[in-house]
């Protein structure tokens, strides 16, 4: 059993940065790709960024890139999600997800955080 809670959203004007964590219980997280994933009111779940197990291969959503990092740290057991100039359009609700396979599917991804809000004012 894995547990995520995400942590680090709030409200930021438009340009700003947030630093998203997720940390995990019940397991290791080194044997995971972990995900982050968005939610806006209205919409469907959107992939955002992926990183494998060793940290190697980031990817993400072209709505993201050149903005946000992904990176994890194995030893603490938890993996983050830096948003550098952020866009109100970056205003959802993000998760962070656990899966064995690398893949921006969130079907494929096992388990999952409650969420953070995070609010990009214009």
């Known amino acids: 059993q894995v547990q995520l809670i995400e942590s680090g959203g709030g409200l930021v004007q438009a340009g700003g940065s947030l630093r998203l964590s997720c940390a995990a219980s019940g397991r290791p997280l080194s044997s995971y790709a972990m995900g982050w994933f968005r939610q806006a009111p209205g919409k469907e779940r959107e992939f955002v960024a992926v990183i494998m197990w060793s940290g190697a291969s980031p990817y993400y959503a072209d709505s993201v890139k050149g903005r946000f990092t992904i990176s994890r740290d194995n030893a603490k057991n938890a993996v983050y999600l830096q948003m550098n100039n952020l866009k109100p359009e970056d205003t959802a609700v993000y998760s962070c997800?656990?899966?064995?396979?690398?893949?921006?599917?969130?079907?494929?991804?096992?388990?999952w955080g409650q969420g953070t809000q995070v609010t990009v004012s214009s």
């Open positions: 997800a656990a899966t064995y396979a690398w893949t921006r599917d969130p079907a494929r991804y096992n388990y």
